[in-house]
């Protein structure tokens, strides 16, 4: 079978067993009692493995339009962004609104871009809250959020909408290489444990377009991004589940965040795929929970 016979027979498999639930658009799935359930017993598990290293924060799904202008997303990343826009008009307007959508036609036209997009990474609303100047040791944060990219495929691997764990660290050049260093061994350990056939790889951003072709290779140069990853479908296009990635001072300048020696501050993250780790787990292990492995089912106190 091909990679793509793979995929496809694997997206069936989670459909007939009721792990996944399809929508009508490509890429938004729902979860059905066995996948929530790992989800829940994942967090439970990297709660046990980072308690009491981080001061936990949550944001909303939502982010300020300004961020994501500050920090350059759109020259990087355009195709990725969800930019939510509402309706401000009046009552004529409204009516023909009305026409447009019973018509089946796009209504895009009546809208106005609001104030807000959809949280792309669950870093993203931390870094404008930090301006100033940081402890000495720097900060630790963890924290899950829903995110989107606009990434439509019928490949369950690659949902629009998914939720990440991550920890941020924040701090001096040499604190965040030290915490990015630990991790690579760390997530391996953690993986590992789940009975999954991880491996570390060094990796790039889908930076977009030709000056993102630039951007990849400093990147790759740099060795500033990690990932776990684990061949579902094949060795040659492996599946990323957990990413490592040292931001230098990109963060730290935008939004005025300082290190305790009077320079911008230096961050990192890593980022737990949950729903990714959930389905190369029930790829490896089986569409039954009861027919896991006892260690697996052990790891996760399932």
């Known amino acids: ?21 399809q929508t009508q658009v490509p890429g938004i799935f729902g979860h059905a009692a066995p996948f929530d359930a790992v989800i829940r017993k994942l967090e439970a598990r990297i709660d046990r493995e980072v308690a009491g290293e981080a001061e936990r924060v949550y944001f909303p799904p939502v982010l300020a339009r300004e961020v994501v202008r500050s920090t350059g997303y759109m020259e990087n990343f355009p195709t990725l962004c969800g930019s939510v826009h509402s309706f401000t008009g009046d009552g004529a307007l409204h009516s023909a609104l009305v ?42 944060f963890d924290l899950v959020g829903h995110v989107f990219r606009h990434e439509p495929s019928d ?3 690659r949902m629009q909408a998914f939720r990440q764990r991550e920890n941020v660290r924040l701090g001096s050049a040499d604190e965040v290489a030290a915490w990015c260093e630990g991790w690579l061994q760390r997530s391996i350990r953690v993986l590992s ?21 630039m951007m990849k290779a400093t990147q790759r140069a740099q060795e500033l991004k990690h990932e776990v990853t684990v061949a579902l479908f094949s060795e040659e296009r ?45 790829h490896t292990h089986g569409f039954e929970l009861e027919g896991w492995p006892a260690g697996v089912r052990d790891a996760l106190e399932l």
């Open 155 to 157: 490949d369950p691997t």
């Open 99 to 140: 026409e447009r959508v019973k018509q089946g036609g796009d209504w895009g036209e009546f809208l106005e871009q609001s104030q807000v997009v959809l949280v792309p990474s669950a870093c993203y609303p931390l870094y404008p809250t930090l301006e100033g100047e940081l402890p000495p040791g720097g900060k630790l």
């Open 193 to 213: 444990a789940l009975e999954l056939p991880v491996r570390l790889d060094l990796a790039t951003d889908p930076f977009f377009g030709r000056g993102g072709r």
């Open 1 to 21: 079978m091909s990679h793509a016979e793979k995929q496809e027979a694997f997206r069936q498999g989670l459909l007939e067993h009721r792990i996944l639930i």
């Open 238 to 282: 492996p599946l990323a589940i957990t990413s490592i990635n040292n931001h230098q001072d990109h963060f730290g300048h935008v939004f005025g965040i300082h290190g305790a020696d009077g320079g911008y501050a230096h961050s990192a993250c890593i980022g737990f795929g949950l729903e990714r780790i959930a389905l190369a787990l029930f």
